[in-house]
C-alpha cells in the first residue's frame, strides 16, 4: 500500500520548476522536478515541517497544508482527495480482514430493473463482482460460470482477470487504456481503505505476478472511474464499442453499479447478438 510520502515524492518529481513559476539559472540539477525546499516555499510551509511530512515523521498535516501542498503539485480533484486520505491514514496501519462484502437490495433491485438488453455489473470496492445480469456476463465474462458472483470465495476479480486471464486481455482492444485506469482506480481506492488486508493482498499478488502491473503501478496514476469507453473484440459478436457510466451507491457508497450502452448503431446490432 502506498504511504503519503512516497505519493508526495512522485508528485513532486513530476512538476518541474517552471511550470511552479520558479526562476532557474541554468546548471544541472539533482532531481527531476522540484526540491523539497521549493515546494515548501510554494506552499508556505517551512522546509524542515515539509521534509518531516514526506519522511512520516510530522504527524497529521492541516487541511490548509495539504491544499497549499495539492495546488503547487497541480492536483486535480480525485488527486487532491486521494492526498487527504493519505494523510489522515494511522502512521502505522493495521491491516484487517474485512468482511464478505454484499450488494444492497436495492441495487439489485436497480439491477433487475435494467432488465437483459442493458449489460450491466455490480462491482465491490477492490473490484469483485458482486453480481450481473445476463447481458453484462455475455459481454465480458462469457467463460466465467454466471452464478459465481453469488458465492464471496468465487466471485470473479476484474483486476486479477485484466492482468491474469488472457481471454480478457484478448477481449479488450484499448486493454492498455482501460489497465491503467483500474490501477489508477486500485492506487484511490487504496487510500480511502488502507487497512483492508484483501485490497493489499490483491495489489501484493499482482505487482509479483504482473510486470505490467508493477510498472502502472510504479508510475503512481490516481483517478477515478466514472466513464469511458471500451473498444472491444468478442469471440461472439465480434468488433463492437460501449459506453460505460458508473453509478454510485447511497447504500454502499464503495459499491458500483457499471452501466454499458452502445457507442454506435454497429456496436448495439453487436450487442443485441448477446
Known amino acids: 500500500m502506498e ?3 512516497t505519493f508526495l515524492k512522485s508528485r513532486r518529481d513530476k512538476v518541474t520548476p517552471e511550470q511552479a513559476g520558479l526562476r532557474t539559472f541554468g546548471g544541472a540539477r539533482r532531481v527531476p522536478g522540484l526540491r523539497r525546499e521549493e515546494l515548501a516555499q ?15 515523521q510530522a504527524g497529521t498535516a492541516s487541511t490548509q497544508v495539504l491544499d497549499a501542498l495539492a495546488r503547487v503539485l497541480r492536483l486535480d480533484r480525485v488527486e ?4 487527504h486520505n493519505l ?10 480482514e474485512p468482511p464478505p462484502e454484499e450488494p444492497h437490495p436495492r441495487v439489485l433491485s436497480l439491477l433487475g430493473a435494467l432488465g437483459e438488453t442493458t449489460p450491466a455489473i455490480v462491482l465491490g470496492r477492490r473490484g469483485d463482482v458482486l453480481a450481473w445480469n445476463r447481458t453484462g456476463h455475455a459481454l465480458f465474462a462469457e467463460h466465467v460460470p454466471f452464478d459465481a458472483p453469488w458465492e464471496p470465495g468465487r466471485r470473479p476479480s476484474i483486476p486479477r482477470m485484466f492482468f491474469l486471464d488472457h481471454l480478457t486481455r484478448d477481449l479488450h482492444r484499448n486493454w492498455e487504456e482501460l489497465a491503467r485506469i483500474h490501477v489508477a482506480y486500485l492506487r484511490l481506492t487504496a487510500g480511502r481503505f488502507p487497512t483492508d488486508a484483501r485490497l493489499a493482498a490483491l ?7 504482473s510486470d505490467e502491473f508493477a510498472r502502472m503501478w510504479a508510475i503512481g496514476e490516481v483517478s477515478d472511474c466514472t466513464v469511458g469507453t471500451m473498444h472491444l473484440r468478442h469471440p461472439t459478436v465480434g468488433t463492437a464499442s460501449v459506453d460505460y457510466q458508473v453509478w454510485l451507491q447511497p447504500d454502499s457508497p464503495d459499491h458500483r453499479l457499471e452501466i454499458y450502452t452502445p457507442k454506435d448503431p454497429s456496436s448495439a446490432d453487436a450487442l443485441r447478438m448477446l
Request: aromatic share 6%; charged share 10%.
Open 3 to 5: 504511504g503519503l510520502g
Open 42 to 56: 510554494l506552499a508556505g510551509v517551512s522546509a524542515g515541517y515539509y521534509t518531516r511530512l514526506e519522511q512520516g
Open 80 to 83: 487532491t482527495a486521494h492526498l
Open 87 to 96: 494523510a489522515h491514514q494511522p502512521t502505522v496501519p493495521g491491516l484487517s
Open 203 to 209: 495489489i501484493g499478488e499482482l505487482t509479483m505476478r
